[in-house]
């Protein structure tokens, strides 16, 4: 037998080679669908006690989640700034309401003193913002005192100031410049020295006298702690004599020492607000004040001040007039004609409710039947209680024997 040697050409390899290709791909495509289209196996007791073995499920590429596109961007002078087009979720705050208008007739209080007052003097005004009846007008020199008259002199500028403004209340505190030598017609005293708190002493019921006299009702503020030690003992003195003066006087002496120190007495720096919460109250040389420093100073002098100016100091305060006066209603006249007086009915009269007697007035109705308490009354004895009653006892039949 002959061995032939079979021999293709070149283009049949071709063919060949790209029909088994096409097969491959055929039955690889078709193996996939039925996977996909294969439902998925359920779990058993035993995948959940142990887990389950199953692969992860992939979806397939179209119903994957997109691609988020970039967000378009706009050049600006050499930067470039992303756009956000999405819509904002979070809504604006509304603005606060303005404060009231300040009523022609307001009450004024007038503040004067130093860099402390005019501290104050802010606190108040923010403590009145919301009460149309009260004005409050601060007249402070951060630098003045009562040692340096002849820089500014508080005696002689506030009988003008109290002319000019017509107060209801005067308000003063003073004193923290005051600490240095005091110069008099006698000559120079240094201070701590008792000549030198008997000359200051004058001075503070000169300045007090000036608002008694003019019928004003006098408010003082005691000076608060400070930062360096020496400046607190001092402040400390000063406010006993600022007490002792000015209640001499009938004035009122208001305290803020406890405000601004721990409970040990020692100076801080941040403290409770007038709400309770912890805030930094004094600025960082530690004698000025912060804002809630300042509205915490006006804290301890705002309740005077109330007490003082009444019904003028609410928030509710509303005064009437012809803008503001409600539409009067006009009502008819009232009909006389047809008008049936009545009488005043007793309501224990019996003709109330259209009876002839009260109830209860008539006698009881006579029955035969006796009551338990009849019999007791008259026999002497209860009847026998009924049957199945606690109480209730069979009592034995008695049979009589027949000769």
Known sequence: MTNR?????????????????????????????????????????????????????VPPRDVRRPIREPRPRKKTGGSITTIDTRTPTSRAVPAAPPPPAKLDNAKKVLVIGDFVAGGLGEGLKSAFEDAPGVVIETRANGSSGLVRQDYYDWTGELPGLISEIRPSVVVIQIGANDRQQLVTSTGKLDFRTDAWFAAYASRVTALAEVATNAKVPLIWVGLPAFRPQNMTADALRLNTLYRTSVEKLSGEFVDVWDGFVDQDGRFIVTGSDINGQPVRLRGNDGIGFTAPGKRKLAFYVEKSVRRLLGDMSSPDLVRLDATNLPALIDLPPVESKGIVSTPPIDLFDPALDGADELLGGAPLPATSTKTPRDMLVRNGALPDPPAGRVDYVQRPVTTTATP
Not at 26 to 36: D, G, I, P, S
Not at 38 to 57: A, H, K
């Open 5 to 57: 040697r079979v021999s293709f050409s070149r283009p049949t390899r071709f063919a060949s080679l790209a029909l088994a290709v096409l097969i491959a791909a055929t039955a690889f495509l078709a193996v996939e669908t039925q996977a996909q289209q294969q439902p998925e196996r359920r779990r058993t007791l035993f995948d959940v006690l142990f887990g389950t073995r199953q692969p992860e499920y």
